[in-house]
């Protein structure tokens, strides 16, 4: 049977089980292809990487890990899967430059609460090499563009949607509780024979049999599980009910941490579900910067130099008190919508701007004019007036309530789309 991705855990999860090995040259051993996935292979090294990956990264109780078949097994399907996607990044010409990486890597080693060596030395203490983890760091990115690319044309959201939810949201304190669930999914294609249903109904049972005696979710998520978190025991993350498929919303509402529900039909199989843990309402708080800057675009007669030059030239003539900024941005900038305003832009969250303006605005002292930098619109100088935290608990009710509908039903068709693609593609185990 086909396994399937049920869901795509968080960027930290999957970067520390990913696990790519791009470090088979240095070692002294034969490698050999173990998997051909359409234009690409699955190589052994790769799997022994994954599996050695995880049994460091899991603590299976009483030492009664799954065997090394069973790992392999996951091992293996999760990298047809990786590989497929990163096949259609090529395709599509997604990249992800250096400095992308070096930020994500340090956002999670922000999320951890450690510093990057720490984070390097932590790697390495696991048995993988700093270049490997960035390797795949960058894969997981690469998907996660491709997923979105591939996936949000098929997500559609009316106002009405977003406007009944926020009432839902007003009226209801539960909706705004958080779960965080793990799953095991007996995988069942859509168009399975009622033999087929049956089977893995069965299984589901015995499965749910041995949770009833005791038994490990995390152990037997690994052993068991067709999701892409199984070798995470499983772990889907923080959700709301909102956020999550509508069955497992149903199917976990008032249900007490520690909870095992199933097994649930869907459309891809059976799932047994267990809520490992509850908390309330966050209180959402967000930074923004009231910022203001003059855009100089360079064309066919305006050097990048040049625009560049200019900018310092008003910097200078600031600095001097020969002009003010306003007056320089009403005179000179080419962005209409801020220019009359002597370049000012408002209160805005750093994350709304060009990447490079963000970096900018997040890390410029106030008060303090920047040196001339360039992103996609063309060579800027910008200066921040005032920094605010502001809670934006209220105030972002329409974004949450999109946001909520927007992962739910992009779960949903994510995992349509991934049994499609693994459905399509060419796969073929090479014998030994």
């Known amino acids: 049977m086909k396994k399937i991705a049920m869901f795509c855990s968080a960027a930290v999860l999957i970067a520390s089980s990913l696990l790519l ?3 088979v040259q240095a070692q002294q051993i034969l490698d050999r292809v173990v998997v051909i996935v359409d234009e690409g292979v699955v190589l052994q090294s790769q799997i022994d990487h994954l599996v050695r990956q995880v049994k460091n990264s899991q603590n299976f109780n009483n030492g009664n890990a799954p065997s090394d078949e069973v790992l392999e097994t996951q091992a293996i399907e ?26 994500a890597i340090s956002d999670i080693a922000n999320n951890q609460n450690i510093t990057v ?3 390097r030395e932590e790697m390495v203490n696991n048995g993988m090499t700093w270049a490997s983890y960035r390797e795949n760091v960058r894969n997981e990115i690469v998907i996660q563009q491709v997923q979105r690319a591939a996936v949000r044309q098929r997500v559609a959201i009316t106002p009405q949607e977003i406007n009944n939810l926020v009432k839902l949201i007003d009226n209801n304190q539960e909706v705004q509780e958080e779960y965080r669930l793990a799953q095991i999914l007996i995988a069942a294609d859509s168009d399975a024979s009622q033999a087929e249903l049956e089977k893995a109904k069965e299984r589901a049972d015995a499965v749910l049999s041995l949770l009833e005696k ?29 956020s999550m498929p509508t069955l497992f919303a149903e199917a976990v509402d008032g249900k007490p941490v520690g909870e095992v529900v199933g097994p649930i039909r869907s459309g891809i199989g059976f799932h047994i579900l267990k ?9 959402v708080e967000v930074q923004e910067v009231k910022a203001r800057h003059i855009l100089v675009k360079p064309s066919v007669i305006l050097s990048d130099n040049k625009a560049k030059e200019m900018l310092n030239n008003y910097r200078e003539q600031i ?3 020969e002009k003010t900024f306003a007056e ?7 962005d209409p919508g801020s220019a009359s305003r002597g370049g000012d832009l408002g209160w805005a969250r750093p994350d709304k701007y060009a990447p490079e303006f963000k970096q900018k605005v997040e890390t410029i002292e106030a008060n303090t004019i920047s040196e001339p930098f360039r992103t996609q619109f063309g060579w800027h100088i910008v200066e921040v007036t005032e920094r605010r935290t502001q809670d934006a608990t209220e105030e972002s009710k329409q974004e949450r309530a999109y946001q909520m509908l927007f992962s739910r039903k992009f779960r949903e068709e994510l995992d349509n789309w991934l049994q499609e693609k693994r459905d399509q593609a060419y796969v073929r185990r090479v014998a030994e």
Not at 81 to 87: A, T
Not at 93 to 102: A, T, W
């Open 117 to 119: 060596a720490e984070l």
């Open 78 to 103: 999760r990298l047809i899967l990786q590989e497929i996607q990163l096949q259609m990044a090529d395709r599509m010409g997604i990249e992800v430059d250096d400095g992308q990486l070096e930020q």
């Open 21 to 23: 090995n791009n470090s």
């Open 319 to 321: 600095a001097n008190g």
């Open 328 to 334: 320089l941005a009403r005179e000179h900038s080419a």
């Open 275 to 283: 809520v490992q843990d509850k908390r309330g309402e966050q209180t």
């Open 214 to 242: 005791g038994r490990d979710f995390s152990d037997l998520a690994v052993r068991s599980s067709s999701g892409s978190a199984a070798l995470e025991g499983g772990d889907m993350g923080w959700m709301t009910a909102n």
